[in-house]
Structure formats: C-alpha cells, structure tokens
C-alpha cells in the first residue's frame, strides 16, 4: 500500500501565498507523474498542475503564472506553490501520485489519491 499525507492547506486573504505538501510513503518501486487536483463545491474534480518524472509541467489555464508544482524525487514528495490566490483558487485540494509497485512478482502501474487539503480564499 501506498499512503499520501498532504500538508499545507488554510485561510488565506486575495493576494495571499499557501505552499501544499504531499509526501508518499509506502512500497513503491517508482514514482512517475504526481500533480494536484482541486474540487469547489458543487463543481466537479479538476487538474490544477501536473509534474512527469523528468520534471514536464502541466497547469491549470486558470492557475498559470500563479502557481508552481515541484517535487523532491530524493524525498517521494509533490509541492504546489500557490501565490496571488484569488477566492475562486477556493477548494479542496488533492494530490495524485501514478507509481509503480510489485504485485505478486510483477510491476503493475496504480494510482492513489490524498485525502484532500482545504485552501479557502477570503478577507
């Protein structure tokens, strides 16, 4: 099994800055794409950035230029930079991990999700 412990998350004011953390743990034989997702009320789930293994970025058209996701492959952990929020950025955010583990002598792709982060946006 593989566990995701997001870090981060909070109350911040319009123009505000939140740095979210999400560490993977577990019996993981590598590590491919990892990337966050958030969730508004009412709306559905969608993909805030994304980061390959080889470092490709993916974001959000809504996120560009406002958000950075990094990762520290020494430490299993995805990072989202997230500065000039605005209260539409409101939401909860979660981290995706696409890994690759053995089951039963063989390598097999799967994909785990976290538990979810609230970044709540208002003065």
């Known amino acids: 099994q593989v566990q995701l412990v997001e870090s981060g998350g909070g109350l911040v004011q319009p123009g505000g800055s939140l740095r979210l953390s999400c560490a993977a743990s577990?019996?993981?034989?590598?590590?491919?794409?990892m990337g966050w997702y958030r969730q508004a009320p009412g709306k559905q789930r969608e993909l805030v950035a994304a980061?390959?293994?080889?470092?490709?970025?993916n974001y959000a058209d809504s996120v560009k230029g406002r958000f950075t996701i990094s990762r520290n492959n020494t430490k299993n952990t995805v990072y989202l930079q997230m500065n000039s929020l605005k209260p539409e950025d409101t939401a909860v955010y979660y981290c995706?991990?696409?890994?690759?583990?053995?089951?039963?002598?063989?390598?097999?792709?799967?994909?785990?999700w976290g538990q979810g982060t609230q970044v709540t946006v208002s003065s």
């Open positions: 577990g019996s993981i034989f590598s590590i491919n794409g």
């Open positions: 980061i390959t293994s080889r470092g490709s970025t």
């Open positions: 995706n991990v696409q890994c690759t583990q053995w089951v039963h002598a063989i390598l097999v792709p799967k994909d785990y």
